[in-house]
């Protein structure tokens, strides 16, 4: 079965230090990940996608196939940065069209 | 830029009311999508739309549930008969294939 997990509900690190938010997802076949970003009251937005692979607002995230992984990545964290982070897979096997959100790893960024 | 607009931002029902929750999508996107969020929980799909017809939905998408392009702009979630259990946040989506989706701000549904 599809499955998208983030194993930290919640992630506090001081302005300034490097954050690093946990993906692993299960899929049979070959999924594309995304990174989508909700600031408080907004809606959520899409921050990266893996075929991309950009880097927006000083992120990165690297799909590991071998560990099934897209860890979010960025080097020095700025409170602007709080917000809630949500993995997400699409991806099309025997059975269709899939969508999965992972469960969310809120990120406080304290000053 | 434009985005995905919902309407209304909040809406409070009876339970076993009708609801119709209201989507307009980006204009050349192709797709569509909702999702619900029930307070606390993750975001769960529940259907996706193409050509006029649903493509894929979850098991969340029962009998209840119905959706429609009445217009070529707007896309409907109708709930036939609301629950307690669907008090949620409702986020419409739109994409232009089946990639990048762009979110609405949502719908809070609450049923009494």
């Known amino acids: 079965a599809q499955r998208v997990t983030q194993p930290e509900k919640l992630l506090s690190v001081f302005k300034g230090a490097p954050v690093e938010l946990k993906c692993n997802y299960s899929y049979s076949g070959s999924p594309e990940l995304f990174w989508y970003v909700q600031y408080s009251r907004q809606r959520l937005q899409l921050l990266l996608r893996?075929?991309s692979r950009e880097s927006i607002k000083g992120f990165t995230a690297d799909l590991n196939k071998g560990e099934t992984s897209f860890h979010l990545k960025k080097p020095f964290a700025q409170e602007e940065d709080s917000a809630m982070y949500y993995c997400a897979l699409s991806g099309r096997d025997n059975y269709g069209q899939n969508f999965v959100f992972g469960p969310g790893t809120r990120l406080s960024v304290l000053p | 830029e434009p985005e995905v607009t919902q309407t209304p931002s909040h809406q409070v029902t009876q339970m076993g009311q009708e609801v119709i929750l209201r989507c307009v999508p980006i204009?050349?996107?192709?797709?569509f999508y909702w999702y619900r969020q029930i307070l606390g929980q993750k975001v769960e799909f529940l259907v996706s739309f193409y050509n006029n017809e649903i493509s894929e939905k979850s098991e969340i998408f029962d009998d209840q549930f119905s959706v429609e392009r009445p217009d070529g702009s707007n896309f409907t979630l109708k709930i036939r008969s609301t629950k307690l259990e669907d008090s949620a946040m409702y986020f419409c989506a739109s994409s232009f294939y089946t990639d990048t989706q762009y979110f609405g701000p949502g719908t809070r549904l609450t049923v009494l």
């Open positions: 893996h075929i």
């Open positions: 204009s050349n996107h192709l797709y």
